[in-house]
């Protein structure tokens, strides 16, 4: 629902914003891109940032064209201070929008309505302020989040060069995710064309598209939240519509004889997206299907079997268990020795690295192979893996699979796309 919602509301905004052409362009990509679609059938939350996002945005573009009145006022303000517990990245918007108001009243000395936006602006703080000691302090910024989004980061050291780089490579990298192009180099000189005509011709719009962009890649660049792939889906708009108008500014100055091939860029832009997005209806994406495997444990059980779960599991092996009438198993919940910054060892492409354990600090696995061993003596337990960590050259499943393989005899293996079930007999 957030999702269609968001396209609804994404259609007035675009034709308030960007010409008729592309407009159409950018609903389009909104409408057709993979990641958007991925999003609007899962039960996660980036269907929401992006419907909030729109509705800000529409709020904002009609305060523009109103008096702020009391009424108005405190819709603002409500709008503004139930977005920022709906929806994290709203923050990002209300900060860039609210800006621009600011600014526009402060640059025509309009005394009584820069007050009065003042005052609406303080109340989203406060919101924003209760907000974050309550929820989001413990994890912004946080080595789990720079640990899993390190690429959404700006790199702590090196000089303009280094920093004009990760800021290109961000707009770059968004034209796949949350955009949908597989091939990225397609979009973005258009991204770049319809930037560089905005700020020329009407850089009011640049700035409504571009300074909530802004202000989320200034939160990464000060290591805060990082600037990637699904976590900046509320900026797949913004950047549809910049797409459309650099299109659009194409087509205008291209003599009349080659104009065909504006159309023939049109499809091509469309055409990575939309595939994207067909691939998603259908051919959904398979991930971490325990349920097969829960299934089999379940019919498979023996008096006395014990359940090992991998630490990563835990939330969906917790979610389905009572379903497939496993709580009354004996369940151990494996332990998180997973370091983040400095634990990994980064390849440097000298020396070779061990073909299980990659290039990692030997004391990592120590509490690993401690908690499997106090398994011993069990004839049969269950090992369950999902959303297992394959990274930095380490594939975890066969770094425990190995230590249990030294423990014990494995007696099954039952594989389900990005899950595994291992049965072991450890009583030797």
Known sequence: LCSVGALLLAIPIARALVPPAAAALGIALVAFSGPTVRFAIEAKQYSVDLFVALLLTSLFLKTGRRALTAGWMALLAVAGMAAVWLSHPSVFVLAGLGGIVLFRCASRRDVDRCLRMTAVCAG???????MYVVNIRRFIGSDFLRDHWWAGFAPEEGGILVAARWIGGRFLAAMESPLGFTEPWIAFPVFAVGVLVLAARVPRVLAILGVPAL????????????FQGRLILFLAPNFAFLIGAGWEAIRGRLPRLVRPAVWILAVALLYFPARGAVETVFFPRRLEEIRPLLAHMAQAHEEGDRIYVYYAA???????????GLEEVEARFGISARPFQGGWVEPDGEGPSDPIYGRTDPSYWVPYAEDLRSLEGSRRVWILFSHTINRHGVDEERVFRAQLDRLGARLQRIEAPGAALYLYDLSR
């Not at 989203?124 to 209760?130: D, E, G, H, Q, R």
């Not at 835990?314 to 497939?324: C, G, I, L």
């Open 124 to 130: 989203w703080v406060a919101s924003f302020a209760l």
């Open 215 to 226: 202000v989320a890649l200034g939160a990464a660049a000060f290591g805060k939240v990082p």
């Open 314 to 324: 835990v939330p969906a092996f917790s979610f389905y268990r009572d379903r497939f």
